[in-house]
Antibody
Framework: EVQLVQSGAEVKKPGESLKISCKGS????????IGWVRQMPGKGLEWMGI????????RYSPSFQGQVTISADKSISTAYLQWSSLKASDTAMYYC????????????????WGQGTLVTVSS | EIVMTQSPATLSVSPGERATLSCRAS??????LAWYQQKPGQAPRLLIY???TRATGIPARFSGSGSGTEFTLTISSLQSEDFAVYYC??????????FGQGTKLEIK
């Protein structure tokens, strides 16, 4: 079974750094892109960016470029989303998700999804 | 960026009735459109991909249609477990995925 398991909830102060994780299992981790999606409280889904763990090729949504860093450690089948200096507006649920398949030029819908990591930033 | 617009924002329907949700793309996405269901406290769940193909395990009362810029998700006879928020997503303009803002389906 293909699964994505995310790290637990975090409570941080503004200005602090944070790295959350998403561990893939049940498939070849280096052969599939993994994306990140933000959901602010009571709001909709926003695609943030995506990484190919095989060669660390990373693409960002223009809205999130420079605001976060996406990385992966293929030795432990884990993708990461990190912030160097959190803001209160980063408070949200963050999901990782894997495209169902990819061709040489594009990827498909997301399935499966991780269970989500709630990040709360408050002084 | 392709903008996805869902309507209505909230839809009130009685159990057993039909619900019709709409999603419009700002430019053609061909049939590269997915629908997700999200219940409170849960991750989104894939319902439909390729605009009209039901995902594994999705009941036949869910159906999707459309292509280009206009898409519809229809739930033929609402069950209590169907009341949730529904999102469309285009994956035609990879890697710039975009989601609609969601339609909340509530009990009338």
């Amino acid at each position: 079974e293909v699964q994505l398991v995310q790290s637990g909830a975090e409570v941080k102060k503004p200005g602090e750094s944070l790295k959350i994780s998403c561990k893939g299992s049940g498939y070849s981790f280096t052969s599939y892109w993994i994306g990140w999606v933000r959901q602010m409280p009571g709001k909709g889904l926003e695609w943030m960016g995506i990484i190919y763990p095989g060669d660390s090729d990373t693409r960002y949504s223009p809205s999130f470029q420079g605001q976060v860093t996406i990385s992966a450690d293929k030795s432990i089948s884990t993708a990461y989303l990190q912030w160097s200096s959190l803001k209160a507006s980063d408070t949200a649920m963050y999901y990782c998700a894997r495209p169902r398949y990819c061709s040489s030029t594009s990827c498909s819908w997301f399935d499966p999804w991780g269970q989500g990591t709630l990040v709360t930033v408050s002084s | 960026e392709i903008v996805m617009t869902q309507s209505p924002a909230t839809l009130s329907v009685s159990p057993g009735e039909r619900a019709t949700l709409s999603c419009r793309a700002s430019q053609s996405v061909s049939s590269n459109l997915a629908w997700y269901q999200q219940k409170p406290g849960q991750a989104p769940r894939l319902l439909i991909y390729g605009a009209s193909t039901r995902a594994t395990g999705i009941p036949a009362r869910f159906s999707g249609s459309g292509s280009g810029t206009e898409f519809t998700l229809t739930i033929s006879s609402l069950q209590s477990e169907d009341f949730a928020v529904y999102y469309c997503q285009q994956y035609n303009n990879w890697p710039l995925y975009t989601f609609g803002q969601g339609t909340k389906l509530e009990i009338k």
